[in-house]
């Protein structure tokens, strides 16, 4: 007796929103091109996605935005001191 089996696509978690991972994949542009097209589909018609979505672009654009600041000197000369092997 053949068993159908219910193959998951690999951008949604098992509750059937787009998976945390695929998130991050998407934002990125690092989807392939069927499974970006496929997580904005599900956008479309999902608000609780669609504000995950929104939620990690606002923290990449605040992660983007801080201002680096350079290492003290005397923090570079301890670091060259410890033993790293
Ligand atoms: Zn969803």
New binding site residues.
Partial sequence: MAVAVAVRPAHLAAA???ADEAVSAYIDGALPADEALAVAE??RG?V??AAVVQAHRRVGVQVRSLAVQPVPPAVLQAARRLPWQ
């Fill in positions: 059937g929103h787009v599900h956008l999902c609780p996605c």
